[in-house]
């Protein structure tokens, strides 16, 4: 297009949250906008599903429609946003968009996890274009960041807070005490959980970034069934107010942890114990972090709106300027692009981690009857499973019962699932025992 171009046609699928913010901060910063990039830009397709649907942004009836054709099939449309969400007609029609080379634009961290694969490879067969910043941490640069401005790296670790939904829910947990339905209840009536509670309370929403993340860092897909992806319905406020006064706090963390020596990489996503004093520990109320240690610039940490219209529609637009400097011949092929990122040699044969390798400390919980000899069996047990306490603390209950909360140096998870089973079968508990996993990033440390 080189000299010739002067305004960029651009059709939205899906005017809901995120597509209405990309319509209102393009406006509101059109003339900012336009400068830098030296086009006019022209949303002059929209899709819905619903016409009539009442909506705070209002546009001319003209460019609304339910016909996704009308922007698939149009060839003068240069960049199409997908902001539809879900894997059922977002995928038919991303499909469909790159089948015809068209530049793709999403904020679609289900359909990217799910069928990343298959879509990236219609964009290089075709050769389309699928940004998607707006896919992982909301507003934060993460994508970009690691793409290109730590391109001169191998990552060791990465790790962070993906979904500020349960970050609310645990921050408020731990500032008021409160238990997670109560902050639950809040959550839902300020809107921040997703229809789907699932997504966010069982973690799967930030699996789903995680599974990007590692594709963008190592090359490889892994599926969710094969990593483990616990969420925070179980976290109690028992377990935060202990936890803080050891001098943790606890968070939802996913987890990319690469072993060079052994090319592996360990994908995770759980809820753990993080110490205070990590940067963070701090991330609170609905923000999102990101962790990444590079072997060239050693830790970079990224903090900021991990969701939200406006948030969101900025990295919209960051990837809509990216497609515009595509369209004007500015980007070259390559990491630049987005029909990378390409495997390295060795993540050919990289390897997934299963989950029963995993090592690391643990806390427990033990709520038992106020008898003599229970530490001790606990800890015999723990013993014959090669487990050692690195912290033992005893609370007294008035009901003639006790809790006992540990700290274990590091462990096999196979030997603590196979002690806490054992430790079932004694007769003095009264509960299950709780366990929760320790993070420390400086066990990661070359
Ligand atoms: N909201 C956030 O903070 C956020 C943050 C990061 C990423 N994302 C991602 O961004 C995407 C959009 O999220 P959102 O919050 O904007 O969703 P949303 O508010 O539910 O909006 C979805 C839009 O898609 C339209 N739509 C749904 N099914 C359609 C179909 N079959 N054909 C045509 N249009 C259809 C809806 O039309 P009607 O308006 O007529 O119903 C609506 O305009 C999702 O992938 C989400 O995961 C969202």
Redesign the pocket.
Known sequence: MGDELKTVKIGL?????????VWKNIEQNRSALETRLGVELNINKI?????N?E?LISVPETILT?N?NEVLEDDSIDIIC?????T???LT?TEEALKRGKIVV??????ICDHGESLFELARQHGGHYFYE??VA?GIPIIKTMREALIANRFSLIFGILNGTSNYILTRMEREGLSFEETLGDARKLGYVEADESLDLDGI?AAHKLVILNYLAHGIWVNLKDIICEGIRSISKEDIEIARQLGYKIKLIGVIARDFSHNSVSVRLHPALIAKTETLAEVNEVYNGVSVTGDVVGTTVLIGR????D??SSSVISDIADAVSLLKGEASTGRHTSVDPKACPDEITLELSPPDRLEGRYYFRFHVKDEEGVLAEISNIFAKHHISFATVNQKELSDNSALIMVTTHKSSEVSVLAACEAVKQLGSFMADPVYLRIFNPEDYSA
């Open positions: 699928l899906g005017f809901g949250v995120v597509g209405q913010g899709v819905v599903r619903n016409l649907r909506r339910t996704a997908e902001l539809i969400g879900g059922d007609e977002a029609y999403s904020a679609n961290k289900a359909l707006a896919s909301g929403d991990g969701a939200g219209q948030a969101t």
